[in-house]
């Protein structure tokens, strides 16, 4: 079966723009979550989405923000872009709330 | 979720075994330990998770000690297809399934 899509998977962006990026969870799975990577932070937890409903929040500034609709896709929205926006992030999802987690190729954003 | 500890790179001759250590002395009870690989500039792959006991799938095996606080992950012959920075992960198992807390991992070199 498919596995995790995000798009798109490269984007550019100028400061002060905003961004939406989407993510297609594997068919049947409810739960999404969202990840920033960046060479100096790592893998770090933005937020997680399960049934439409936001579930846990990492420890980022409110400019980021995401939905779920109710056919489980999510998307993540990033206001007013910084320099330090520049990531690859990363969608997983998962079947439900006890299960691993898998993750799709990721977006590369610059911010430029 | 506890905090985990690994080596920051290991070498392995390809088709050799590839045993890479985990430390998380401050795992709980009902805690387990997930095993991801990213490589590079991928999303990061699951591989396998486990408890207490030892868990063995068509990609790994994972040895967890008798106390539980540190473990090891075996990739019994490893091809140059599994160099990658591959993450130790502790988590609970309710409510933040989906929150992953990833460290900096341990870069696994395969060389011929």
């Known amino acids: 079966k498919a596995g995790v899509t995000q798009t798109p998977r490269y984007l550019i962006k100028t400061r002060g723009q905003q961004v939406t990026l989407s993510c297609s969870p594997i068919s049947g799975h409810r739960s999404v979550s969202w990840y920033q990577q960046t060479p100096g932070q790592g893998l770090q937890f933005l937020f997680e989405?399960?049934?439409?409903?936001?579930?846990n929040k990492g420890n980022f500034p409110g400019r980021f923000s995401g939905r779920q609709f109710s056919n489980s896709r999510s998307e993540m929205n990033v206001s007013t872009l910084e320099l330090g926006d520049s990531a690859l992030y990363l969608c997983a999802s998962t079947y439900g709330t006890e299960d691993e987690a898998f993750f799709g190729q990721g977006t590369r954003l610059t911010v430029v | 979720d506890a905090k985990t500890t690994q080596p920051t790179s290991m070498d392995c001759a390809e088709g050799r075994a590839a045993n890479l250590p985990c430390n998380h002395s401050t795992i709980s009870g009902n805690e387990y330990v997930y095993w991801y690989r990213q490589i590079h500039s991928q999303g990061p792959q699951y591989i396998i998770h486990?408890?207490?006991n030892n868990e063995t799938n068509e990609m790994a095996s994972l040895i967890i000690t008798e106390d539980r606080k540190s473990s090891t992950l075996i990739l019994p012959h490893a091809t140059l297809r599994d160099t990658a920075v591959y993450y130790c992960?502790?988590?609970?198992?309710?409510?933040?399934?989906?929150?992953?807390?990833f460290g900096t991992g341990t870069r696994l070199q395969v060389t011929l």
């Open positions: 992960i502790v988590r609970g198992d309710t409510g933040t399934a989906s929150k992953l807390t």
């Open positions: 989405y399960f049934s439409e409903t936001q579930r």
């Open positions: 486990g408890l207490k």
